[in-house]
């Protein structure tokens, strides 16, 4: 059985919406979107390929210009309620 944490529907902030859109969403899908959008835009850092390199969009999300992979999700946390 999955998780019901995980599949429960969340509203992403203003910021984290102009990645993912405004509809509520399961944090999985929110994670999908961000990936798609992080490889749409070519933000994965070359040499660490752990690395996002934020694009001033993803910026606003994160606070900071580089994230690792694992850090991000607990920073995407603090935009969905």
């Known amino acids: 059985m999955a998780n019901s944490a995980f599949m429960k529907n969340l509203t992403p902030s203003p910021e984290l919406a102009k990645v ?14 961000l990936w798609d959008y992080i490889k749409k835009h070519n933000l994965q850092d070359a040499q660490n390929r752990r ?4 694009d001033e969009t ?5 606070e900071k210009p580089t994230v690792n ?10 935009h969905l309620r």
């Open 58 to 62: 993803l910026k606003a999300i994160f």
């Open 20 to 33: 993912v859109g405004p509809q509520p969403l399961p944090r999985t899908e929110v994670t999908k979107k």
């Open 69 to 78: 992979m694992f850090e991000m999700t607990k920073l995407i946390g603090k």
């Open 51 to 54: 690395n996002i390199n934020a």
